[in-house]
């Protein structure tokens, strides 16, 4: 057999993987990557602990969320990955598509280091190029100062990449004689015939209150040359020193900017000047106070608009595997000018046989419930709250009665461990629940609010309880006026196109 190197050396077209693709290594990182990750898989696929349902790694550690577009019939997710460890380090862009955003096809490692000078690939986009095939732009560390990488695909599947040598297609210089601090994660999106990024980052002053969005308008088809248009959003909000992950898009008639500023999400509903690259803000929420993070965005082939982030689980490094994608939320902009946030319904393809409580009001200490409960769950409840003081789940509770975790409604206010989100005094409060052995999801009246958390439970903990605390003087505890609930099977994770 010829070797890599010979190989290439032969082939009459051996200048389409010179310098700057990433195909023309002898040792090639990315099969090195992938048979450690081979070898690590066992060790993760044998944790009783690990989810079900939501998105993971064959291994390993996972962040952000990249690159996710819908081509062809397919979300394509590309990730942060360390191939190497179960904390974060070594990034490379991880790659799986899924037709239905539940089942998922691992596929072949998609971007590593391999220039000159590059030792990691950090978050970015991807978008959609004049030739019908899409492009991904990424950050591109290892030189004295972040630079913007372009990279092309090299088949239908997107597989294969290469990184043209015209990159990088930015740097600093772009700011003039400005340095933009801590300059990553592109994202791109289209309008009025012209293509679009914005890159996170802040003014350098390292007391807070400088997180910008820096907003890039292309100057060919190509997208190889970019042209800086200003700061499309700077956040005077003393507690932000930097804004990352920054995403940029229409939706439902109004632009939506979400900002990672090293705390949970935010998301700002408002209007794009695109000829002063100003976004005003309207209205203002957290998207997830939850441990989500790194959020980015794709438009599937029904027009949906759909949120990708990362779920953390903070694991030691002892147990192999260490985070999650959140399960893919459609977002949509209620009456009231705030997000709304529900998960892909195509989640109720795992449900097995429901589970019905009647209507009734709640006793003051928790009530396990009978045939229901598990590591992996629906449910979908109506409270009306009366004058309780709190109501809600205990999620994965041990047999000695300690839950995992505790969703309640306290006064207006949705509480899962100590994450809060206020919700307002409502009459009804119509909740959903995912439990997935380490990870938990909770969605209130109708994706007003939305909220990922870790749960540190062992296998023995399966019971779920409801529970309500009467409010003092203004009596009555709350009731239930409906309650559904179902096992859920796990999700696919095929590895057999996970190979070179
Ligand atoms: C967000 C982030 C990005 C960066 C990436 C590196 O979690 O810090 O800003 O590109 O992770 O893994």
């Excluded at 190989?7 to 200048?15: E, H, I, M, R």
């Excluded at 043209?164 to 930015?170: A, E, G, H, R």
Aim: glycine share 12%; net charge neutral; hydrophobic share 40%.
């Amino acid at each position: 057999m010829l070797s890599r190197r010979s190989f290439v050396g032969a082939l009459p077209v051996a200048s389409s993987l010179a310098a700057g693709s990433q195909g023309g290594e002898p040792e090639s990182p990315q099969r090195k990557a992938m048979e450690a990750m081979l070898a690590a898989a066992p060790k993760a696929e044998a944790d009783p602990e690990r989810p079900v349902y939501h998105f993971h790694p064959p291994t390993n550690w996972n962040n952000d969320p990249n690159g996710t577009i819908f081509y062809k019939g397919w979300h394509h997710l590309f990730y942060q990955l360390n191939p190497y460890g179960s904390l974060w380090g070594n990034m490379h862009w991880g790659h799986a598509r899924s037709r239905d955003l539940v089942n998922w096809e691992h596929l072949p490692i998609a971007i590593w280091p391999s220039a000159a000078g590059e030792n990691a690939i950090f978050s970015g986009g991807a978008i959609m190029g004049a030739d019908g095939r899409p492009r991904v732009f990424y950050t591109s560390i290892g030189r004295a100062q972040p630079e913007q990488w372009m990279a092309v695909p090299t088949d239908d599947e997107l597989i294969g990449w290469e990184k043209p040598d015209f990159n990088p297609v930015l740097t600093q210089s772009a700011h003039g004689g400005q340095t933009v601090s801590q300059w990553r994660d592109p994202f791109l999106f289209r309008e009025a015939g012209a293509a679009y990024m914005v890159c996170g980052g802040n003014g350098g002053r390292s007391e807070g209150g400088s997180g910008q969005v820096h907003l890039y308008r292309a100057e060919n088809e190509e997208l190889s040359r970019w042209r800086h248009m200003g700061a499309v959003f700077e956040y005077r909000d003393r507690e932000t020193y930097n804004i990352e992950c920054p995403n940029l898009f229409k939706l439902d008639g109004k632009w939506v900017l979400l900002i990672s500023p090293h705390r949970p999400c935010e998301y700002f509903v408002g209007s794009l000047d695109l000829a002063r690259a100003k976004f005003t803000p309207e209205s203002h929420g957290v998207l997830d106070a939850g441990d989500a993070y790194a959020s980015n965005i794709s438009v599937d082939g029904k027009g949906r608009t759909i949120l990708w982030l990362w779920g953390r689980t903070n694991l030691p490094a002892e147990r192999g595997w260490n985070s999650v994608m959140v399960m893919p939320r459609i977002l949509s902009i209620g009456a009231d000018g705030f997000l709304r946030q529900l998960p892909a319904p195509e989640f109720e393809s795992l449900r097995g046989k429901e589970k019905t409580l009647p209507a009734g009001p709640l006793p003051e200490s928790p009530l396990v419930l009978d045939g229901v409960g598990g590591d992996a769950l629906e449910v979908e409840a109506e409270f009306s709250g009366g004058g309780a003081a709190a109501f809600g789940f205990e999620v994965r509770r041990s047999e000695e009665g300690n839950p995992a975790a505790v969703v309640a409604i306290e006064r207006g206010t949705l509480a899962v461990g100590s994450a809060r989100t206020y919700l307002g005094r409502v009459d009804r409060y119509r909740m959903r629940l995912f439990v997935d052995k380490a990870c938990l999801e909770v969605y209130v009246n109708d994706g007003l609010a939305a909220l990922y958390s870790p749960l540190a439970a062992t296998p023995k903990d399966q019971g779920f309880a409801v529970f309500s605390r009467a409010g003092g003087s203004r009596g009555a505890g709350a009731r239930l006026e409906a309650f559904r609930a179902w096992p859920l099977r796990p999700a696919m994770f095929d590895l057999s196109r996970f190979k070179l």
